[in-house]
């Protein structure tokens, strides 16, 4: 590790600590879903008691931060990573972005933003963070977006429809219906996965958007809800949690929580006192293993490296 990136570890690792409590404060507590969250704060927070130098992984047996983890399914049970995060740049955002979807294509970044009234589908450029083309889908609240060969598909929140683009001049191809909320959709190469706020995540048909299968996200044998914009990477599924600086990797066949990372310390300072204005947008970047992050109407995305 270069002394840069060092530095950048070190700056993290301190503020991320302060900044992962101070979020809790506004955030809804008291059902064992919440529990669950605090519990996976405090865990991705173990790292920072390692040097920085090293890059080995932190594993627990059980997490006594949940009252009845004691009393859980020994069976149930898979002890999960904790990964911190190494800021390589710092690249523009627009501040309009009701950042929905985010998804990296070779060297095209596609957005997609929500709000009824203010929903597009755009191309941005991911070195300068400049809006290359944009399209409004402002009579719907626009949600997660996931490239499908040549085409790009994108949610709604509650309009229980997809809307399927030609990936190149962005006009519409196809409609999708479905039931119940959409919020985050990535593409595994097989099959799509799709997620609803709930601990459910869904398996859909590439082509017809059929549902073909689904699995509960559990953490230690808890349910993880609020599962929001989704990555597929490798064979496994990324997913940040809304409302909350978590980033997940879930393991599709069983729903089991394998790694736990804690961004809070990347929100922009300018965005704390807004709610809405939280992490969602993580795209993985397949030509270096890097990712972009953002979030609602945040003025920067970060490139980051994971360090497991």
Known sequence: MNRRRAQLL??????????????????????????????????????????????????????????????????????????????????????SAFTQGFELDGERLYE?????????????????????????VDHVF???????????????????VAF??????????????YDGEGWGLCDDGDRLVMSDGSPTLTFRDRETFAVLDRVDVTYNGAQVERLNELECVGGTVWANIWRTPLIIEIDPADGHVLTVIDAGALRPESTVD???????????????????LTGKRWPVMYRVEVIR
């Not at 301190?14 to 405090?42: C, H, I, K, Q």
């Not at 203010?118 to 400049?130: H, I, K, M, N, Q």
């Not at 626009?142 to 229980?160: F, S």
């Not at 807004?274 to 972009?292: K, P």
């Open 10 to 95: 070190v700056a993290l690792i301190v503020g991320f600590t302060v900044v992962a409590s101070a979020a809790w404060l506004v955030l809804p507590r008291g059902t064992d879903s919440d529990a669950v969250l605090v519990e996976m704060v405090e865990f991705a927070a173990q790292p920072s008691s390692t040097t920085v130098a090293t890059t080995s992984t932190s594993t627990v047996a059980d997490f006594p931060a949940i009252t009845d983890s004691a009393i859980r399914d020994p069976e149930e049970r898979v002890a999960p990573s904790a990964a911190t995060l190494a800021i390589i740049e710092t690249i523009a955002h627009d501040t």
């Open 112 to 136: 997609g933003t929500g709000l009824v009234g203010a929903s597009t589908l755009r191309e941005v450029d991911p070195s300068t963070g400049d809006v290359l083309r944009s399209i409004d």
């Open 142 to 160: 626009g949600e997660g977006v996931t490239i499908v060969d040549d085409e790009i598909i994108q949610l709604t929140w509650k309009d229980e």
């Open 164 to 177: 399927r683009y030609d990936v190149e001049t962005f006009a519409l191809v196809e409609t999708h219906a």
């Open 274 to 292: 807004n709610s809405d204005s939280v992490l969602n947008g993580i795209a993985f970047d397949a030509t270096d293993g890097t990712w972009l």
